[in-house]
């Protein structure tokens, strides 16, 4: 059974910090990590993508990845309460995509 | 650009009544589709995927059933439905994979 597992918070910053979400994998032959954003009653949209070890930034979103730890992580700089939502990591190896339960964030303002 | 298009967006069935959840793409020819369901507490559960017509992959069992009738039209089914069927269903095309994109979603409640 792969499992993608996440903490599911809610994980609480104030406006401006960094918020930092965590996400391990089971398959080691996992290939490709998601990163998706979901609104509450909102479908998920995909805000990174990542596929090798080290980080990828995009604007104040950074996804960091590492294969030996089997680990993937998303950092948001200057957290704004609109990034208020719940974050789902997603992997996919050999097998269509298998998703997180999510981690809930609340950026106080 | 690719569309789906995923309706109702809400639904409220009673127990052992039917079902029928349609989905259909725009903008893409033979695309890979999937159904998901997201229970409360739960995370995104892949339930069927198919990739053409007629071919339907099964990742769960249950008391659901997928089909193809078209190359961008992707159907969920139940023919008695049951409480634990609650949930909000997305149907996605090629998630995780370049544009891949969800749906709207139906928020399904079995009462």
């Known amino acids: 059974q792969k499992e993608v597992e996440q903490n599911s918070g809610p994980l609480s910053v104030p406006e401006g910090a960094i918020a930092s979400l965590n996400c391990t994998y089971s398959d080691r032959v996992s290939q490709s990590f998601f990163w998706y954003r979901q609104y509450s009653g909102k479908s998920p949209e995909l805000i990174m993508s990542?596929?090798?070890?080290g980080d990828k930034e995009d604007g104040r979103f950074t996804a960091q990845l590492n294969k030996a730890s089997q680990y993937v992580s998303l950092l948001i700089r200057d957290s704004q309460p609109s990034d208020s939502a719940t974050y789902l990591c997603a992997v996919r190896g050999n097998t269509p995509l298998v998703f997180g339960k999510g981690t809930r964030l609340s950026v106080i303002a | 650009s690719q569309t789906i298009h995923q309706w109702p967006a809400t639904l409220v069935q009673p127990v052992g009544s039917p079902l029928s959840l349609e989905c259909t793409v725009e903008g893409t020819s033979n695309p890979n589709l999937y159904w998901y369901r997201q229970a409360a507490g739960r995370g995104l559960q892949l339930l069927f995927y198919s990739v053409g017509i007629g071919q339907i992959s099964s990742e769960v069992p249950q008391n659901l059933s997928a089909s193809r009738p078209q190359d961008r039209q992707f159907i969920l089914s139940s023919k008695k439905l049951l409480l634990s069927d609650s949930g909000f269903y997305l149907c996605a095309w090629r998630p995780g994979q370049g544009q891949g994109t969800f749906g709207s979603g139906t928020r399904l409640t079995v009462v």
């Open positions: 990542i596929y090798s070890n």
